[in-house]
């Protein structure tokens, strides 16, 4: 719905992105023929995913950060941080 309220006031955050082409797509490829046998999804279409800083809409540079919970940015330098070798 972001998605689709941006792009009707005429700014398109980001451009929908073939199923076959999101991250971990080929984890699941046994999968594949058994959800287009049971199921009317076609691999190949389009579609608009959040996504994260590498594709999907929270990729777009229009996108700005309003808010910022110091808990939160502290957890995620903590995730993004080298873990020390045990000694």
Do not use: H, W
């Not at 940015?73 to 020390?84: D, F, H, I, Q």
């Amino acid at each position: 719905m972001v998605e689709k309220a941006y792009c009707a006031a005429g700014l398109p955050l980001s451009d929908p992105v073939p199923i076959r082409r999101l991250p971990n797509y080929a984890s699941y490829r046994l999968l594949v023929p058994l959800v287009e046998l049971c199921t009317d999804i076609d691999p190949d279409t389009p579609v608009f995913a959040p996504g994260n800083e590498y594709y999907g809409t929270y990729s777009s540079p229009y996108l700005e950060e309003v808010f910022q919970c110091e808990e939160i940015s502290e957890a995620l330098r903590m995730c993004k941080a080298p873990v020390a070798e045990s000694e």
